[in-house]
Nanobody
């Protein structure tokens, strides 16, 4: 099990950028696939991006492809989500998630550990 804490959310104008961070506890961070999900009010939690243990492979939702970059620093036990050209429809609570695996996953139930979330609001 890994404990996750997100940070970096906030209020930003449309067209702006944010970098979200997720700090993980424990010494086995590099054995976890990491994902970012988001949940807007009244909507299901949806996949945003995921990254393999080494950071060599990534996956993105179509809605953020070209605007988002997921990265990780295993020495710092941290995964990042850089979001550019933000749109009002990106408004949501953003969660990071972890799964002890070597394969990328894009569904919420496939992840075992979750952070508490960080809210992102994009104003038009």
């Amino acid at each position: 099990q890994v404990h996750l804490v997100e940070s970096g959310g906030g209020l930003v104008q449309a067209g702006g950028s944010l970098r979200l961070s997720c700090a993980a506890s424990g010494r086995t961070f590099s054995t976890y696939v990491m994902g970012w999900f988001r949940q807007a009010p009244g909507k299901e939690r949806e996949f945003v991006a995921a990254i393999t243990r080494s950071g060599g492979n990534t996956a993105y939702a179509d809605s953020v492809k070209g605007r988002a970059t997921i990265a990780r620093d295993n020495a710092k036990n941290t995964v990042y989500l850089q979001m550019n050209s933000l749109k009002p429809e990106d408004t949501a609570v953003y969660y990071c998630a972890a799964r002890h695996s070597s394969v990328l996953w894009n569904l919420p139930y496939q992840y075992d550990d979750w952070g508490q979330g960080t809210p992102v609001t994009v104003s038009s």
